[in-house]
């Protein structure tokens, strides 16, 4: 993988309470991929000869994108603020497969009937202004984001790429608002009560939108939904905290979140070839409700830990959709389900300067489309050691130090019962050198709205 950012910052100041902070950057990387596949085929039926295959796939993605975003500040007074913005997100990725197949290594030829270029664009849109203020013990902040979304996609075959075969693009555009309020009290004895609301969404991602057929397992088959479109969330929270003065904080949150198309995986199967499909749907609402208890805890002068433990119920509404190449409907029961997670940091200061933080977590089973996600853990570690006064840092960090990172689920429908478990990576180690010169403090992006970590997509 080859990759650059190229980034410009300009930061004007209005004056002491009001500036304007424009950010311009270019990202580009390319990764060049060879997968080798080797499956064995052996029947129980005396009549059918057994097979055995080789596969190599060559997947060179190449993504570009640019972003652009200007945040405008003015404190109006000690007990008010306005804050507006703009930022937009320009992709352009192309991702071409090319397959060849034999049975062994040494007689594998091109299959053009596996080849596949994706091409995937997106334009994002964003405007927001909030106010906040505050009177006596009370503070509030009221805002507003409206968003236009702009994606298209083809799938090009062989004969669509180098032949001049006519193609379909699949183009959506979507406008729409989030509004957001916030209100919190303080009380006496370091409490604090908060009153949370905001509607976000979540966009398909390009893999889920590629209708291409990924043959890599021939007796499961899966392929993404051009027709996707985004979930919507409306998100309420009630949340008490109370600090200490030795160094202890406890908050407790209380919510209510509903999910409108929620995008799940849907598998089936047909009888015809007896092979598992599977694919990406808009299936139904959902309604998460729980509980979120968060502990911050210094002790010893030398260890700092952060416990979040959330309890949660979840409810899936019934659905029925008829997927592309589906003998029938795939039908999805009413489901709802009790689950929790837990997860802990903790940060630890050596001698000689040195920081230690390890990271846990535990998800408990989780219910799906069609079926659950089985219980999983993980653990992180990493280190960190400061020289030349702070300008120079060394990194070291452990990702998946059990190797333990790993999905397994159960889903059942008409017909079939399946069993499987994914994984990606496995334990990583990476080092991280950096040089700090001037000044590169650089503004939290405010706008930018939470990605989803890869290891958590199916």
């Known amino acids: 993988m080859k990759m650059y950012n190229l980034e410009l910052n300009y930061l004007h100041k209005f004056s002491e309470n009001s500036n304007i902070d424009l950010t311009v950057s270019n990202n580009q990387w390319r990764n060049d991929g060879l997968s080798i596949y080797e499956q064995s085929t052996r029947y129980t039926d005396t009549d059918l000869t057994d097979k055995q295959e080789y596969q190599t796939q060559e997947n060179n993605i190449k993504n570009k994108s640019w972003e652009v975003q200007a945040d405008y500040t ?14 937009g997100t320009f992709q352009r990725e192309s991702s071409p497969v090319d397959t060849y197949t034999g049975t062994t290594a040494t007689d594998i030829e091109q299959d053009q009937a596996l080849y596949n270029r994706f091409l995937y664009n997106q334009d994002v849109h964003g405007l ?57 009290y303080a009380l006496p004895k370091n409490n604090e009560i908060q009153v949370n609301y905001t509607r976000r969404l979540r966009r398909p991602w390009g893999g889920q939108l590629n209708s291409f057929r990924n043959i890599s397992d021939a007796s499961n088959i899966s392929f993404g939904n051009p027709e996707l479109t985004p979930e919507y ?15 202890h904080t406890l908050s407790l949150s209380g919510y209510y979140r509903s999910t409108d198309d929620v995008i799940q995986r849907i598998r089936f199967l047909n009888t015809a070839d007896n092979v598992m499909y599977t694919t990406s749907e ?60 837990v997860r802990m940091i903790a940060n630890v200061s050596l001698p000689w300067g040195v920081s230690l933080q390890g990271t846990g977590n535990y998800n408990s089973k989780r219910l799906m489309a069609q079926g659950y996600r089985e219980p999983n853990y993980s653990v992180d570690l990493g280190l960190r050691k400061s020289f030349l006064k702070d300008k120079l840092t060394l990194s070291i960090n452990a990702r998946d130090l059990l190797d333990s990172r790993r999905f397994r689920t159960i ?7 399946q069993d499987s478990e994914n994984w990606r990576g496995g334990r990583r180690v990476g080092f991280t050198l950096t040089y700090n010169f001037g000044n590169m403090n650089k503004k939290k992006d405010k706008s930018r709205s939470e990605e989803p970590d890869m290891y958590e997509m199916d």
Request: charged content about 25%; aromatic content about 16%.
């Open 233 to 247: 969330s409306h998100s309420f929270e009630l949340n008490y905290i109370k600090t200490w003065e030795s160094g």
């Open 411 to 417: 889903t059942s429908g008409d017909g079939f019962w």
């Open 74 to 87: 003015n404190k109006i007074s000690d007990a008010s603020r306005i804050e507006a913005g703009y930022k």
């Open 128 to 184: 927001y202004m909030t106010y906040g203020g505050k009177w006596n013990n009370l503070s509030y902040q009221a805002g507003l984001r409206g968003e236009y979304w702009r994606v298209d996609t083809r799938s090009l075959d062989f004969d669509q790429e180098f032949n001049g075969k006519p193609s379909e693009t699949f183009e959506k555009d979507y406008f729409k608002l989030f509004p957001s309020a916030f209100i919190s």
């Open 282 to 341: 808009n299936v139904a609402r959902q309604q998460n409700s729980g509980l979120e208890i968060v502990g911050k805890n210094n002790l010893f002068s030398i260890l700092s830990l952060t416990t979040t433990v959330n309890l949660y119920y979840s409810k899936l509404d019934g659905f029925s959709y008829l997927p592309e190449g589906a003998e029938a409907p795939v039908i999805g029961e009413e489901d709802e389900s009790f689950n929790w997670n």
